[in-house]
T-cell receptor
Framework: QKEVEQDPGPLSVPEGAIVSLNCTYS??????FMWYRQYSRKGPELLMY????GNKEDGRFTAQVDKSSKYISLFIRDSQPSDSATYLC????????????FGTGTRLTVIP | DTGVSQDPRHKITKRGQNVTFRCDPI?????LYWYRQTLGQGPEFLTY????????KSRLLSDRFSAERPKGSFSTLEIQRTEQGDSAMYLC???????????FGPGTRLTVL
């Protein structure tokens, strides 16, 4: 079993829709949770970062962490064609930890 | 400084050849990471440097792989006697000592024929 599970999709939505992306994990030591966006043939770019449980909002993006269920989500409101990319969740267990554990990524297409 | 840069962006080589990739991190970042990403998968951690010291290596980093970061600035990743299974995107990331997520470069895509 992988430490981080993510549905690879693909996921297609119409422009303006609310998108929900999710990951589950098995390691209860994970405390830091991140979402990256990766365009085709590019490196990942950090979108959101949260510590422990709770919600964090940044513009059209909201990240949620439920440590009791080992479940994290990224919501995208008013989705745009420019949001079309692969979204990767990642997590680590402490501030000093050096490696991130990534999900496989979910490929999202927003249709104009 | 526009971010992490990597060179080359693409490399095609024949099985058994040696290849070397370069990463130039964000100048003030003292931590540097190498990850490998295969098609349809998330990045997997390979190794980590703090300044010039290589402090952590993944089990994925076989003895054919070697990484260096002389003078704590740019880093190189060398793969000796390449195998077809080495075909992947090799990503470099950097961060400040207190940083958590790092900034990724565009990657070097390696194809081993």
């Amino acid at each position: 079993q992988k430490e981080v599970e993510q549905d690879p999709g693909p996921l297609s939505v119409p422009e303006g829709a609310i998108v929900s992306l999710n990951c589950t994990y098995s390691n209860s030591a994970f405390q830091y949770f991140m979402w990256y966006r990766q365009y085709s043939r590019k490196g990942p770019e950090l979108l959101m970062y949260t510590y422990s449980s709770g919600n964090k909002e940044d513009g059209r993006f909201t990240a949620q962490v439920d440590k009791s269920s080992k479940y994290i989500s990224l919501f995208i409101r008013d989705s745009q064609p420019s949001d079309s990319a692969t979204y990767l969740c990642a997590m680590k267990n402490q501030t000093g930890a050096n490696n991130l554990f990534f999900g496989t990524g979910t490929r999202l297409t927003v249709i104009p | 400084d526009t971010g992490v840069s990597q060179d080359p962006r693409h490399k095609i080589t024949k099985r058994g050849q040696n290849v070397t990739f370069r990463c130039d991190p964000i100048s003030e970042h003292n931590r540097l990471y190498w990850y490998r990403q295969t098609l349809g998968q998330g990045p997997e951690f390979l190794t980590y440097f703090q300044n010039e010291a290589q402090l952590e290596k993944s089990r994925l980093l076989s003895d054919r792989f070697s990484a260096e970061r002389p003078k704590g600035s740019f880093s190189t990743l060398e793969i000796q006697r390449t195998e077809q299974g080495d075909s992947a995107m090799y990503l470099c990331a950097s961060s400040l000592a207190a940083g958590l997520a790092g900034a990724f470069g565009p990657g070097t895509r390696l194809t081993v024929l």
